[in-house]
């Protein structure tokens, strides 16, 4: 494993942050897809990413200016898409949700009000799971929110397209309440047939 090195790919812990970057803008929403997690899901995907993979396959969502900003009309009718029976959960995407959490704690907060854990959360991230344990309060708490995390960078040089719902063989895909009851990373094995 390479170490982690300052540059613009590998921020310092608490050098970005959602307060200083996010303008709370989204890049899009897309419910009832089969494609962003297990089931069916309605999927957020907001704006601003400044990792900048090589290879993103969402590179216009890098912009923390790409969409239109998050509303409570936006929020009440991804609830209401919830709340069809076949829906499985919410997933976040981006851009990059972990400098996006001031729209999606609010977001998670509100799905976990209404619906307990009877609908799960899944999210992608560019950071890892080492780094988000050394981060700020608020990527900690949308953590705390959350199911599955699937985790690291987009890598070119490990793309796989074998791989379920990631594309690089470096990412992970987390089971969050139980990486942070157990104090280490537990990953989800769910395998499709």
Known sequence: M???????????PKEWLANKLSLKYIADYKPFNFVDGEGVRCSLYVSGCPFHCPGCYNVAAQNFHFGQPYTQELEDQIIDDMRQPY??????????????????IQLCKRVRKEFGNQKDIWSWSGYTWDELM???????????LIDILVDG????SQKDLTLQFRGSANQRIIKVQDSLEQNRVVLWEHLIH
Do not use: A, H
């Open 2 to 12: 390479q170490q982690n090195t300052k540059g613009p790919n590998n921020p310092m």
């Open 134 to 144: 050394k981060e700020s309060y608020d990527k900690i708490k949308l953590l705390s």
């Open 87 to 104: 829906v499985q959960g919410l997933t976040l995407l981006g851009g990059e949700p972990f400098l996006n959490t001031q729209v999606c």
């Open 153 to 156: 960078r987009f890598l070119e």
